[in-house]
């Protein structure tokens, strides 16, 4: 990743917001229940509902999102995961329970709000909710001297606004929202939002249910830079499109992480889609998709590793955040997430690993790239709940 960059409009290492963007607490309704549980062993089931208390203080409970962490098919394992609780001598429930940030920040926020535990140690939210929860004195200050890895974070994610000298949380993964298509059934491939409203693609569509992403591109599509001050109009014009192209039928779905569902068995053809997902799905079904940034830009996000003052294990969960920022490690998530890294010294160790990934410009962005992607800027509390509201209406028919 390049370190430096002057341009303001594509400095998501200092403001990113969100793939998993605002869709606020009024108003807008989660798109479908979070993915099944896992532990380190892996599988998947209906539950989504924590385990409960880790008082024990030998397991750690830690909240992700799907697709976001190394996993072997054959033995059914995270290995990074294993390796750090055979050296380290924790347990770690691995949990896939994060669809989107509103309803998991829905199922949680109550019992934080009133001092009580919500049963996970680490958890995985984006910068938008990491600054919401910091604010509201939900996050537990993290012990410098029991993560001393974290000064391995790039020196441009280290001071973000909502978290200065990432006192309270560690940036996990960044990465781009864009286009994503089957080759076989889009075989021209796809350059800019408006060919997503192609007369063939029509109920093949699923768009993500992340107002920041799906409603930035189009508005980026639009000639409206998102990352500067724009107006209630602006983002109404696009807003209106994602409404008709959804009463028409020609998007099939609103969703959030579960899009990926859509496209391995082609209820979609072609999505609004997260880069890391693309690929990782191509690994594991075959090479089947494209990912790509549309013609007018994408959008950047960052996701973060936070310990809930509640937490019952925050000293596992410190030592598990210190884990991951050793360079070894997190070159070896990426080379399975594929998303950016935010931890200094790992692409030299991604050499090692596969040395192609180690030049991937979607782990280690190259400057065009980065001049192609733009974040969606801060809203204020008054537009946070006017846009939430007007975007859940539309998602929800």
Same mark, same amino acid.
Request: glycine share 8%; aromatic share 10%.
């Given at each position: ?7 303001? &409009? ?31 062993? +892996?599988?998947?089931? +209906? !539950? ?13 409970? @830690? $909240? ?60 995985? #939210?984006?910068? =938008?909710?990491?600054? *919401? ?10 012990? $410098? ?19 200065? +000298? ?6 996990? !993964? ?6 994503? =298509? ?14 997503? @409203?192609?007369?063939?693609? &029509? ?18 599509? %639009? ?20 409404? %008709? ?6 998007? &099939? ?15 979609? =053809?072609?999505?609004?889609? =997260? ?21 007018? +830009?994408?959008?950047? @996000? ?15 969960? *410190? ?31 991604? !050499? ?28 204020? #509390?008054?537009? !946070? ?13």
């Amino acid at each position: 990743m390049n370190a430096k960059h002057p341009d303001p &409009k594509i400095e998501f290492l200092r403001q990113a917001m969100s793939r998993r963007g605002f869709l606020g607490a009024m108003g807008a309704a989660g798109a479908s229940a979070a993915l099944a549980a896992c532990g380190t062993g +892996g599988g998947t089931s +209906g !539950q989504t509902q924590p385990s409960g208390d880790s008082g024990d203080n030998k397991t750690i409970v @830690w $909240a992700n999102w799907t697709l976001y962490l190394d996993y072997d098919e054959e033995s059914r394992t995270f290995p990074s995961l294993a390796a750090f609780e055979e050296e380290s001598g924790y347990t770690v429930e691995y949990r896939e329970d994060i669809e989107d940030n509103v309803t998991f920040n829905g199922k949680v926020a109550p019992q934080l709000a009133n001092g009580q535990n919500i049963g996970y140690d680490l958890v995985t #939210p984006t910068d =938008w909710l990491v600054a *919401e929860w910091i604010a509201k004195g939900y996050a537990a200050e993290i012990d $410098a001297a029991n993560v001393p890895n974290k000064t391995n974070i790039l020196p441009n994610l280290n001071d973000v606004t909502f978290d200065p +000298g990432r006192k309270y949380s560690l940036t996990w !993964q960044s990465g781009f929202g864009g286009l994503a =298509w089957n080759k076989e059934r889009v075989p021209n491939g796809l350059k800019t939002i408006d060919d997503l @409203w192609a007369p063939e693609l &029509k109920g093949k569509v699923v768009v993500l249910s992340e107002m920041r992403d799906t409603i930035g591109l189009i508005m980026m599509s %639009q000639g409206v830079a998102i990352d500067e001050p724009f107006t209630s109009e602006q983002f109404n014009a696009a807003l209106a499109v994602l409404e %008709q192209q959804v009463d028409s039928g020609q998007v &099939k779905q609103v969703k959030g992480n579960s899009y990926k569902e859509d496209l391995i068995n082609e209820q979609a =053809w072609a999505a609004i889609g =997260w880069s890391g997902d693309i690929f990782q799905i191509n690994a594991e079904e075959g090479d089947k998709w494209e990912f790509a940034l549309p013609d007018t +830009g994408g959008t950047l @996000w960052s996701d973060n590793l936070l310990i809930p003052k509640t937490a019952s294990n925050k000293a596992g969960a *410190e030592a598990l955040m210190d884990y991951y920022y050793r360079p070894d490690v997190a070159a070896q998530v990426a080379a399975y997430v594929n998303y950016v890294c935010p931890v200094q010294g790992a692409q030299e160790e991604m !050499q090692k690993i596969d040395p192609e990934l180690a030049k991937s410009e979607w782990i280690f962005p190259t400057e065009a790239i980065l001049n192609n992607s733009q974040v969606f800027r801060p809203l204020t #509390p008054e537009e !946070q709940a006017e846009y939430a509201e007007a975007f859940g209406r539309v998602i929800q028919g």
